[in-house]
């Protein structure tokens, strides 16, 4: 009986061995599979997965202007589209209800209210005139009563300190309802020892006019008139 081992022993012992004492990483280690949504960095070590951080929704800026087409309009800017309606009305359908009325205004007011038909026109893009602005103006703020007229000329006179000057004329279309006004006014306050003084009056009419329009705003694009 032999006592030596066979080569084939000799080598499987030495492979078992071998496998035994190999380093972490040689052939023969087998390599654990990285889990998934683990980032791994340079260097090999595992970062943990950072939470998905809700979008916060875009809160609206408290106090914007809109500029919505269906906003509405103040009362100012109705009365004064619905004399730009009426009046464009009165032309087409060639109703003649309009009428030219002589107006006398303090001069700054007539220089107010061209600057501001101007801007309307543009920011709102209608063809608006100075009548259809004074015409809105006498709706408003012209009263019917001679104690009325009288009390807003004086208001107008303390306003501007009594100094006014002759003013400045100009002919406006005007609706049926001021034109029946306008028309009788400075006859009436003359007989009543009251001339020169309907300037006044429609100064004082215009000027409050003015300074609601400018309260207002400038007049927009696309607003609906109500009826």
């Known amino acids: 009986m032999s006592h030596g081992r066979s080569v084939e022993s000799v080598e499987s012992v030495e492979s078992v061995e071998s496998a035994e004492s190999a380093e972490p990483g040689e052939a023969g280690e087998a390599l654990q599979p990285v889990e998934p949504d683990q980032p791994v960095d340079s260097v090999g070590a595992v970062q943990p997965v950072q939470p998905v951080q809700p979008v916060q929704p875009v809160q609206p800026v408290v106090g914007a202007a809109s500029v919505d087409a269906g906003d509405e309009l103040s009362d100012v800017h109705q009365a004064l589209l619905g004399s730009w309606r009426d ?19 303090a001069a700054d007011l007539v220089e107010s209210l061209s600057k501001r038909v101007a801007e309307d026109c543009k920011s709102s893009g209608r063809a608006l005139t100075a009548a259809q602005y004074v015409d809105a103006a006498m709706t408003r703020h012209l009263p019917v009563s001679m104690e009325e007229q009288l009390e807003l000329a004086e208001s107008f006179l303390v306003s501007r300190d009594s100094d006014v000057g002759p003013g400045q004329q100009g002919s406006h279309r005007v609706s049926p309802a001021v034109y029946a006004i306008a028309s009788e006014l400075p006859n009436a306050l003359r007989r009543e020892g009251h001339a020169r003084t309907a300037v006044h009056v429609y100064s004082g009419a215009l000027d409050r006019f003015l300074t609601e329009l400018e309260a207002a705003g400038p007049l927009g694009k696309g607003n609906p008139l109500r009826r």
């Open 87 to 105: 009046s464009r009305l009165d032309l087409k359908l060639r109703r003649k209800t309009w009428q030219t009325q002589p107006f006398r205004f």
